[in-house]
């Protein structure tokens, strides 16, 4: 079985400052790893992946991940903060080995930016 | 292009009540993934639907039902609604392949009472 966990329900970081939120994941085999934001009464809004290849992985809005085999992680950052990122974050993962292709979410981190 | 749409945007139901969520893919996807978040959790994956035919499914008992249809449209069916039930349901879009992003839909938030 997948699972993900995001161990802080909340982050809050001044506008201007860098920020990271965490996630661990544990998967049979190599992962797909996703970040996704959701807004208030909003669906998910696709951030960045990570299939294969170079262990930074950039995204949208100036967000990136760094994947970490080793410790299985996949922390989320952004160098700059904006009050506009306030939002709540889940990370995702699935195996990579076939079949369906359904996404075991964490319960997500709020993350505010205070100006 | 066309993003992922959901109907209706809220229902209310009562317990022992059969629902339909219907879903359109986003333009040039052919698989169509269901998710249930429950409040303050994160989304729970139902079931997949590719070529018509369910591809996967997560830990949800039978009365929650599917179809696909061929223009890759979807719908989550529910029979005998439970208390339980009351959440966000959110449709996903994606091409087949295991690496590719899901795109959502805003979903549909039911109520059972």
């Known amino acids: 079985a997948q699972s993900v966990a995001q161990p802080e329900d909340q982050v809050n970081v001044a506008e201007g400052n860098p920020l990271t939120v965490k996630c661990t994941y544990s998967?049979?085999?190599?992962?797909?790893l996703f970040w996704y934001v959701q807004y208030p009464n909003r669906g998910l809004q696709f951030l960045l992946k990570?299939?294969?290849?170079?262990?930074l992985v950039k995204g949208s809005y100036g967000f990136e991940a760094e994947f970490n085999k080793s410790q299985t992680s996949f922390h989320l950052k952004k160098p700059s903060a904006l009050v506009s990122d306030s939002a709540l974050y889940f990370c995702?993962?699935?195996?990579?080995?076939?079949?369906?292709?359904?996404?075991?979410f964490g319960k997500g981190t709020h993350l505010i930016i205070q100006p | 292009e066309t993003g992922v749409t959901q109907s209706p945007t809220h229902l209310i139901k009562t317990r022992g009540q059969q629902v339909t969520l219907r879903c359109s893919s986003q333009?040039?996807?052919?698989?169509v993934s269901w998710y249930q978040q429950a409040l303050g959790q994160g989304p729970q994956f139902i079931f997949q639907?590719?070529?018509?035919?369910?591809?996967g499914r997560g830990n949800f008992p039978p009365r929650f039902s599917g179809l696909q249809f061929p223009n890759y449209s979807s719908e989550l069916n529910v029979n005998a609604l439970e208390l339980d039930d009351s959440a966000l349901y959110l449709c996903?879009?994606?091409?087949?392949?295991?690496?590719?992003?899901?795109?959502f839909g805003p979903g549909t938030r039911l109520t059972v009472t």
């Open positions: 995702a993962v699935r195996w990579s080995g076939g079949g369906a292709d359904g996404l075991t």
């Open positions: 990570y299939i294969t290849g170079d262990n």
């Open positions: 996903a879009s994606s091409l087949v392949q295991g690496g590719n992003e899901q795109y």
């Open positions: 639907y590719y070529r018509e035919e369910e591809n």
């Open positions: 333009s040039g996807h052919n698989t």
């Open positions: 998967v049979s085999g190599n992962p797909y």
